[in-house]
Structure formats: C-alpha cells, structure tokens
C-alpha cells in the first residue's frame, strides 16, 4: 500500500502541539515488514523494518534497533501508534491481535486499542483514526489505491 498521511499530535504538559505529514510505502504484515516514509520531494525520511522480535529504524541520523514498533514509534513520530494494527486498518477491517467493537450501524468503522478507525470514506482511499486518550492523536491516510 501506498499514499499519504498526516499525523497531528495535540499539545500536552511539557510537550507542544506536533505534525508530521508524509508520503509512505507498506509492506507486510502486523508480524513482518516495512514502511517507508518520504518527503514531498522523494527524500526517505524514515524506514521501518520489523520482525517478531525486533523492530529497526533506518534515517538519515544511522540505525537504531527497538525491542517493538511501539517504542519505535514513539522514537520515529512522537507519539506511540498502533504501527502493527496499521495493514489491517487500511484494508478497513478490525487487527486481529486486539479485541475491536463496530461502530453504529451509520458509521462505518470501528474503535480498537483506544482508537476509533472511520472508514466512511474508504471507497474513495481515505482512512481516519483517531485515539480518544491525551494526548489527542489524529492519524489521517490518503490511500493511492482502495482497497
């Protein structure tokens, strides 16, 4: 998959206001795989490697090893996300590894590990998550091709 997001962390004590807008390429699944984040103008900005028992980060600052994408996540974008559920989520459906409640039958989408995924405009490549807890993270993706 691949396509744009954007990623807007609130402010929260001790911490300002963050946004972080990319294009990316994902590859793989919650178990193995990769994303690549790129600049405007094609410049990587960030890869992400991971496997079952480690997780690497490759930017232009060197390598850097995590026992997660948790805590590669929060060291890559500020802020740690969901990077295992993420496969799923743009496909619209729930990640298997967490239990996940649907929501309203005019809502399409669904609320899975403090986040609530819209799938509403799915069709058209757009998903929106956004976690519920502080801070407030909004996590919009901009898919080159629906699934």
Known sequence: MSGRLSIQVDASP???ANRFTAAFDLTGTADHGQLQLNSPLGVTLALAQWGPSEALLVTPNGERRFPDLEALSREALG????LR???D???GRPWPGAPSQALTSNSPGFDQLDWRIDLSR???GWVSADRRSAPVVALRVRLDTPP
Request: proline content about 19%.
């Open 85 to 87: 559920a993420l496969p």
């Open 122 to 124: 799915l069709s058209e």
């Open 79 to 82: 802020e740690s996300l969901p």
């Open 89 to 91: 989520w743009l496909k």
């Open 14 to 16: 001790g911490q300002p």
